[in-house]
């Protein structure tokens, strides 16, 4: 019998001389005659292999380990069954390091299971909410995304792999849970290694694998998110306000894409589409596969770069950024005014009708996780608008979606979108705001005053402390638990700084989804007082080092709006540490990030 080598030497001498009779391209020539077969690997199981609130985030030198990444790969594919064979899927992420060799290795692996066909971005390159576009847009069973969003990149940082369903959403509990049941127990995966394939251009190449016709198409990475946003928003208006129209001076916008893969959609859709000037109005964007050994986090402490370009440089009228993988948003206005998350969803909420989308469509209700403040709740209120409060992470939005009964939702963790995929959307959440602006004709801070004024403010801050010892943490949860198991909690008053807070309610929240009656428990433990203020603890699932520990402090005030949030938010903080004995478990006397 031949081995695999012999008969691709022998593929390779047909394929040369089939060259040098008919000058046709390398590309349309292969599609003929790579005839390849696949092979089974035996492996054994990893530890540990539990995709977190968005997918399997680990350091890249775990992904390098020998087989770590095909069986991650090979399980997602044995949890889809049957659906695999003959189907399609895309395959792209931020760029990041290490993402060419993931990508190869899923062409490989793929081609051996039977996959029909790859749709893969450019050099391997696709935004989050890309591949959630081009899943929708041709309608195939999912798409593999390589990414760790927001985490470091670079061969000391890390690497991630999360799938995506045929909705374009991040899988749900369901499906993550039987991909992690399949991890402890794989004894193989399938393999096609000799099969080389080109990403770095556009085009379509053919192999026949195993008697069957395998085809990988790369794709230009922004077409379809380009064309998906053009018509979503009003180009013509949105150009008028960047380059001003005569009657108005251009709005100076200042663009931060970190490094990441938004550089690419940056491009295209702020410079080329939109007349930006690519030396003042755009920063950071040739994506880089370390992110330039920056934290790619689009929030003040790791955009502080960009918040003190926008303050220095007072000709600025708005400034934003985005995440490694281009799903989160920040939206600062002129002086660096900060819009937290929370509010931009609600004046988000608040003007849909300034976009194109919404007046055709027309909007269908709104939710945001339950740690995000509860500002969009009163704009859902006004508005007679139904609203949804699910757990932490995008996948909890995706049923009411495409149950027709969400139209707009957000995080507090800088994720914004809305229905017109199923994935947080950073450059749609900077052009809905950018829409705004140009109907309203108003700064960024008026637009906030004037929305504070109609409803009152929630002030809302966020402490991270990242990278705890994990058992510490532990143990301070599990004091958390049994404090508000304790029927004496509900009623007890904390004081500080002359604030006094009377616990209303306590509890570890939990959801049951109202389409498919699924139950996520262990969501977040809340403590709920009697004048709507709330402290709410939670462990990341994101992280992939030690624990980390976020304490979410939300406080509503319907006349005093102007205040500042820190300083507002300090009695409740410390009302906050009290409660978890923070400092004593964990030994941090400081948070990590403040947002
Ligand atoms: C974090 C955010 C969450 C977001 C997720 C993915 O998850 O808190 O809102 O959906 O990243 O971007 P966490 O680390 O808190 O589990
Ligand atoms: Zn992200």
């Excluded at 092979?39 to 609130?53: D, M």
């Excluded at 409060?389 to 507090?412: H, I, Q």
């Excluded at 009290?578 to 004593?584: A, P, Y």
Aim: aromatic share 8%; with cysteine.
């Amino acid at each position: 019998m031949r081995s695999s080598l012999d008969r691709i030497d022998i593929e390779r001498s047909k394929f040369k001389k089939t060259q040098r009779l008919n000058k046709t391209s390398r590309l349309e020539r292969l599609e003929t005659i790579m005839s390849l077969s696949s092979i089974l690997v035996p492996t054994t199981p990893f530890e540990g292999q539990k995709p977190g609130t968005s997918g399997l985030r680990k350091k890249v030198k775990v992904f390098m380990e020998k087989n770590y990444t095909e069986n991650f790969v090979q399980c997602i594919l044995n949890a889809l069954g049957a659906k695999v064979k003959g189907a399609t899927l895309v395959v792209g992420g931020d760029g990041r390091y290490f993402s060419k060799q993931a990508v190869n290795i899923i062409i490989r692996i793929a081609a051996a299971n039977g996959v029909a066909k790859l749709i893969i971005g450019e050099r391997g390159i696709l935004s989050t909410p890309a591949v959630s576009t081009l899943i929708r847009t041709h309608k195939v069973l999912g798409g593999i995304v390589l990414t760790a969003s927001h985490n470091p990149g670079g061969i000391r940082h890390d690497f991630g792999i999360k799938f995506n369903i045929e909705n374009g959403g991040p899988a749900p509990d369901s499906l993550t849970d039987a991909v992690y049941e399949l991890t402890k127990t794989i004894t193989q995966y399938k393999f096609t290694p000799d099969l080389d394939c080109e990403f770095d251009k556009k085009g379509v190449q053919t192999f026949n694998v195993d008697g069957s016709e395998f085809v990988v198409e790369v794709v230009d990475s922004s077409e379809d998110y380009v064309a998906l946003m053009k018509e979503i928003f009003d180009f013509g208006k949105l150009k008028e306000l960047i380059r001003g129209d005569g009657k108005r001076p251009p709005f100076q916008v200042l663009i931060d894409s970190m490094n990441g893969v938004t550089g690419v959609y940056v491009t295209r859709i702020f410079v080329e589409e939109l007349g930006a000037s690519p030396d003042n109005n755009v920063r950071r964007i040739i994506p880089l596969d370390n992110f330039g050994e920056i934290h790619p986090d689009p929030n003040l402490t790791y955009a502080k770069d960009l918040v003190d370009r926008v303050k220095e440089d007072t000709t600025y009228d708005f400034g934003a950024a985005f995440d490694g993988d281009g799903d989160r948003n920040m939206i600062i206005g002129k002086n660096a005014f900060f819009v937290t998350p929370s509010d931009s969803l609600a004046v988000i909420a608040n003007n849909l009708q300034c976009i194109p989308y919404f007046q055709k469509r027309g909007v269908h209700g709104f939710a945001r996780s339950m740690p995000t403040a509860a500002a969009v709740d009163r704009v859902a209120a006004k508005l007679g608008m139904e609203m949804f409060e699910v757990p932490t992470g995008w996948k909890y939005f995706g049923n009411l979606m495409d149950a027709g009964r969400l139209s707009l939702c957000g995080e507090e963790s800088f994720g914004t979108g809305s229905d017109h995929i199923r994935e947080k959307d950073g450059i749609w959440a900077v052009l809905a705001w950018l829409s705004i602006i140009a109907h309203k004709n108003m700064s960024v801070e008026d637009i906030l005053t004037e929305h504070w004024k109609i409803y009152g403010r929630n002030y809302f801050t966020r402490y991270d402390y990242e990278e705890c010892n994990t058992e510490d943490a532990n143990r301070m949860m599990e004091h958390l638990e049994k404090l508000i198991a304790n029927s004496s909690f509900v009623g007890r008053t904390l004081t500080s700084g002359g604030k006094s807070y009377t616990v209303k309610i306590a509890d570890n929240f939990s959801y049951i989804d109202p389409i498919d009656k699924s139950c996520a428990k262990n969501q977040g433990i809340r403590v709920l007082f009697e004048d709507g203020s709330r402290v709410i603890y939670r462990l990341s699932g994101t992280g992939s080092t030690g624990a980390t520990i976020r304490l979410y402090i939300d406080s509503y005030e319907k006349d005093n709006v102007t205040a500042d949030a820190q300083v507002m938010l300090k009695p409740l903080v410390e009302v906050g540490l009290e409660i978890s004995q923070l400092k004593k478990f964990t030994g941090r006397d400081q948070p990590t990030v403040i947002t």
